[in-house]
């Protein structure tokens, strides 16, 4: 990595040269424009400053003490205090040597080992089809598994799945009320199952509302199935089965990694009530006249963090509190991360607050990874009729389109039906990468499918491309240049290469994929 050695280069002779001043910090970067250099460091404005000299006058004194190193052919300075190093084509061959010693590593390293990462991802709800909203979470959050594990991390991934609350006290209520069998559902594709599910739910929010005492009712169903009920419980557990095996087939479609829990939020059932407990004995929370423990944060802004409700029921707060403990004790994560959007902020400032003040070890290694609304460009997440997008249309769309492309481009492709699932899920997972994750995005599909710009397909035809280059020269194509001068693009395409790693790093500092996403556009662009 050369900005790492080029830092510790500077590093170590700002000691040598400055003895005693300590080391400020400062930037080192590829420049926009080549003919800046590879690199450049405002590492001379920074010292001015700690030591009252003109930042030129350090510039100068710098370039003569680092000119020497072996990894610097030139170094020019420029005005009020840059310097800019040109890497030697000696260290560029010789790193392009090593990634060639061990192509199937390259990118890979083991910053991370020894450090666990919960990554808490794709977090989908019983009974309930997942939708277009789940889409980002699922992608950000295995492209992040993904990187972790690249790194050496050991990156477990979990999906908190939502089984449990008031609303199966609902559906409770309406399955037993129709007498539907637990075998009902045998047999139903996807897309019946779930259609089945959400009628059930929908005419039980409607029985809800039109009996007398209905919400009580529902309430004491889903208290029932706290109490640990047999029928209740059968029929809760035949939900979750018949949901999650449904809810696999989805994770498949998206070609995640497999998950290594999916810890629902009922597996946190017997781990609420010493919180409670706690929070009640610290002093921390108080109990209000109907019954309900809250923590009152509104003197810092988060309002009141609600952990029993007054009809005694727990709270998806109290649920995330007993997570955090859980996943430290089992797991003694290094960093525990939410995917999740941007909606919920305010849950997880109040959760993780609430841990805090409870003393929870991993309360400051726990972070809202958040992200902004994926729409489509007619402007809603919801169908006209209201219903929101489910995921499977999307990916059937991005397929369907993908496939009319390549008809275009290449009617005679063989395997057409692979091609197109994997263009038009590239397309759709590029798309959502490549943007900022915190910013609201409009998927449209004749970006997200272009050959041509920033998008997936582009990239996926550059990385074919090179494929086919290696198979025509049988692999003897890739020798290093030791000692041929290269013209300005090789040499361009060479540095690109080269700082993969800082690419990778750069994204795990804030967790941020669209900064690989782009990385990968920029070498893709240069190496075509
Ligand atoms: N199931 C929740 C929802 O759909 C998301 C869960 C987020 N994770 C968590 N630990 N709270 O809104």
Do not use: C
């Amino acid at each position: 990595m050369f900005r790492a050695q080029l830092r510790a280069a500077i590093s170590e002779k700002i000691k040598e040269k400055f003895g005693g001043v300590a080391i400020p910090e400062f930037t080192m970067s590829a420049p926009e424009n080549p003919e800046h250099g590879d690199y450049a460091t405002n590492v001379a404005l920074a010292l001015a400053k700690a030591l009252g000299k003109n930042p030129m006058e350090i510039v100068q004194e710098m370039k003569s003490v680092i000119g020497a190193h072996e990894l610097i052919e030139k170094i020019e300075t420029a005005k009020p205090g840059f310097i800019n190093f040109f890497l030697s084509t000696h260290a560029l061959s010789r790193a392009l040597e090593d990634i060639l010693a061990h192509p199937d590593t390259w990118g890979e390293s083991d910053i991370g080992r020894g450090k666990t990462v919960i990554v808490e991802y794709f977090q989908l709800n019983i009974a309930k089809r997942p939708h277009i909203g789940h889409i980002r979470s699922a992608i950000i959050g295995d492209a992040l598994k993904r990187i972790l594990l690249s790194q050496g991390y050991r990156a477990v991934s979990d999906t908190h799945v939502g089984d449990w609350g008031t609303q199966f006290g609902i559906l409770l209520w309406e399955i037993k009320e129709r007498s539907v069998a637990t075998t009902a559902f045998e047999n139903l594709s996807f897309d019946q199952t779930f259609t089945e599910l959400e009628n059930l739910y929908q005419a039980g929010v409607h029985r809800v509302e039109n009996t007398p005492g209905g919400r009580d009712r529902a309430k004491a169903e889903f208290a029932k199935l706290e109490q640990g009920d047999g029928e209740n419980r059968e029929i809760w557990r035949w939900l979750v089965d018949v949901s999650m095996k449904k809810l696999e087939e989805s994770s498949a479609r998206l070609n995640l990694l497999p998950f290594d829990e999916h810890r629902g939020e009922s597996f946190y059932e017997d781990k609420m009530a010493p919180i409670v407990e706690m929070v009640l004995q610290k002093g921390i929370a108080k109990k209000t006249d109907d019954g309900a423990v809250v923590v009152d944060l509104t003197s810092e802004g988060l309002d009141e963090a609600i952990m029993i409700k007054s009809d005694g029921a727990s709270t998806y707060l109290l649920r995330d509190l007993a997570t955090i403990r859980y996943r430290r004790e089992q797991w003694n994560f290094w960093k525990n991360l939410y995917v999740v959007d941007v909606r919920q902020s305010h849950h997880f400032r109040q959760v993780f607050r609430v841990a805090e003040l409870l003393g929870f070890d991993g309360a400051g290694e726990s972070e809202h990874i958040e992200y902004g609304f994926m729409s489509l460009p007619t402007g809603a997440i919801s169908t006209r009729a209201g219903n929101t997008i489910s995921l499977e249309s999307v990916l059937n769309e991005a397929e369907e389109r993908a496939r009319k492309v390549i008809v275009e481009k290449n009617p005679d492709l063989e395997n057409m039906d692979e091609i197109a699932r994997i263009v038009g899920l590239g397309a759709l997972k590029y798309f959502d990468l490549s943007h900022h994750r915190r910013s609201d995005i409009v998927f449209r599909w004749d970006e997200a499918l272009s050959f041509e710009g920033n998008a997936g397909p582009y990239v996926q035809y550059t990385y074919a491309r090179l494929k086919s280059i290696l198979r025509k020269t049988g692999g003897e194509g890739a020798k290093a240049a030791k000692s041929a001068e290269l013209d300005s693009l090789e040499r361009q395409l060479l540095t690109s290469m080269l700082s993969l790693n800082e690419a990778i790093e750069d994204t795990l500092e804030d967790f941020m994929p669209n900064i690989l996403a782009n990385y990968l556009y920029t070498l893709a662009k240069l190496a075509n």
